[in-house]
Every structure is written in C-alpha cells, then in structure tokens.
C-alpha cells in the first residue's frame, strides 16, 4: 500500500522557519521524482520545489527561492523541506507527491501518481 505522510506543519510569525517532511512507503522511492506542492483557500494547487530521480536535482517555484530548501533521503525513504524566512503568503495546505517521470522535475500535477493528504502551514503577520 503505497503511502505518503506528510509531518511539521504548524502556525508560525513572519520571518519564522519551518521544516516539513514526507515518510513515504509501497512503492519505489529512488525511482521517483519528489515534490512539494500546496494549496490556499480559493487558488489552485501549485508546485512548490522538487528533488529529481536522477542525480538529486532541485527546482523551486520562484516566489520560494532563496527561502526553501528541499532534500530527499534515498536509504530512509523521506524527503523534506526547510522553510524560512516564512511570509503570510506561504499560507496553504502542502502536499508531498511522487511522479515516475524518466525527465527530470515537472510542474504538472497530473503526472504525480501518488500524493500525500497534506500539512498546514499558517504564518501570522
């Protein structure tokens, strides 16, 4: 049974940090491309950064780079994302997701197979 299980969410101040991350287990992690999506009230989903499954690439959404950092653990299955310098618009719903994709990193949601059911992440002004 496959499953991702998103953790380290939480309410945090303007400026604050957070660290989230996604145990994963059915299905073959190495082989997937890993990313971190989310999700405000009323807007769409959208990708946040992703960790390839090639050589460890990352990619990031520009309204997160600088402050996110993703990284993914191949022996423990787990992938994480390091937030800082956290803005009220940070403010969603995030979701890990895996992709079987042989290209690198995408961005559309349709090609992620399986998706983890999410963390809160509230930063106050």
């Known amino acids: 049974q496959v499953q991702l299980v998103e953790s380290g969410g939480g309410l945090v101040q303007t400026g604050g940090s957070l660290s989230l991350s996604c145990a994963t287990s059915?299905?073959?992690?190495?082989?997937?491309?890993i990313a971190w999506f989310r999700q405000a009230p009323g807007k769409e989903r959208e990708g946040v950064s992703c960790?390839?499954?090639?050589?460890?690439?990352?990619s990031y959404a520009d309204s997160v780079k600088g402050r996110f950092t993703i990284s993914r653990d191949n022996a423990q299955n787990t992938v994480s994302l390091q937030m800082n310098n956290l803005k009220p618009g940070d403010t969603a719903v995030y979701y890990c997701a895996a992709d079987p994709g042989s290209y690198g990193c995408r961005w559309d949601i349709h090609a992620y197979h399986y998706w983890g059911q999410g963390t809160q992440v509230t930063v106050s002004s």
């Open positions: 059915g299905f073959t992690f190495h082989y997937y491309n």
């Open positions: 960790v390839d499954n090639g050589d460890g690439s990352t």
